[in-house]
């Protein structure tokens, strides 16, 4: 799987915000993506190094339309913690 196919999206949220100063980021990652394979990804896409990654699988939440029901898709949230030497990630920056 390619490092683009691993990781989505960034979650841009107060509380993922909170974790930049700590270089702690936070990414909407493939279901199927175990801890080493996002690491590797992160490596790779944002030229950083990677100390932990701590990963959560999310549920779909029930959505109402009107009088039908459904579920909305689960996906998987990933916390990537990066060393003290590393650079920061710049897509970022400029949100802090």
């Given at each position: 799987?390619?490092?683009?196919?691993?990781?989505?999206?960034?979650?841009?949220?107060?509380?993922?915000?909170?974790?930049?100063?700590?270089?702690?980021?936070?990414?909407?990652?493939?279901?199927?993506?175990?801890?080493?394979?996002?690491?590797?990804?992160?490596?790779?896409?944002?030229?950083?190094?990677?100390?932990?990654?701590?990963?959560?699988?999310?549920?779909?939440?029930?959505?109402r339309m009107g009088?039908?029901?459904?579920?909305?898709?689960?996906?998987?949230?990933?916390?990537?913690?990066?060393?003290?030497?590393?650079k920061t990630i710049?897509?970022?920056?400029?949100?802090?």
């Amino acid at each position: 799987m390619l490092a683009q196919d691993i990781i989505i999206k960034p979650i841009i949220t107060e509380r993922s915000m909170a974790g930049i100063p700590d270089k702690k980021y936070t990414f909407k990652v493939a279901k199927n993506a175990n801890k080493a394979e996002i690491a590797k990804a992160c490596e790779e896409l944002f030229d950083v190094k990677v100390e932990r990654v701590n990963t959560m699988n999310c549920r779909g939440r029930f959505k109402r339309m009107g009088m039908h029901g459904g579920m909305t898709p689960s996906w998987k949230k990933a916390i990537v913690k990066l060393t003290e030497d590393s650079k920061t990630i710049e897509f970022f920056d400029g949100m802090i």
